[in-house]
């Protein structure tokens, strides 16, 4: 169990520092590598207990988003955009894109 100074973080200390970063980063932007976030649902998904082919699949389609957003805009309309192409006959790509 984490521990502060003042003995064990309450939920009420840790919403408390949430709040606190969360002001202090207000005005800031973050910037967010697209790759840390494939990596991480990458990850989550393989623990899942996916197929190897599956899991190939998602790493090609991935790159294409990362290549194109190597860090993950603030604005979902631009990834909407993006995403828009992949709408192809059979509706496939639509398909995995929904699944993701």
Same mark, same amino acid.
């Given at each position: 169990?984490?521990?502060?100074s003042?003995g064990?973080?309450? /939920?009420?200390?840790?919403?408390?520092?949430?709040r606190?970063v969360?002001?202090?980063?207000?005005n800031t932007?973050?910037s967010?590598?697209t #790759?840390d976030?494939?990596?991480?649902?990458?990850?989550?998904k #393989?623990?899942?207990g996916?197929?190897?082919?599956s899991?190939?699949? @998602?790493q090609?389609r991935?790159?294409q988003?990362i290549q194109?957003f190597?860090?993950l805009p603030?604005?979902?309309? /631009?990834?909407? /955009? @993006?995403?828009?192409?992949?709408? %192809?006959?059979? %509706?496939?790509y639509k398909r /995995?894109?929904?699944?993701?």
């Amino acid at each position: 169990m984490a521990t502060g100074s003042a003995g064990p973080l309450s /939920v009420k200390r840790i919403k408390e520092a949430v709040r606190q970063v969360m002001t202090e980063t207000e005005n800031t932007e973050i910037s967010i590598l697209t #790759n840390d976030v494939i990596e991480s649902f990458l990850r989550h998904k #393989n623990h899942s207990g996916i197929t190897e082919d599956s899991l190939k699949m @998602y790493q090609k389609r991935l790159a294409q988003f990362i290549q194109r957003f190597p860090i993950l805009p603030h604005e979902t309309d /631009v990834v909407i /955009v @993006y995403l828009s192409q992949f709408d %192809g006959g059979t %509706g496939r790509y639509k398909r /995995v894109i929904t699944r993701i």
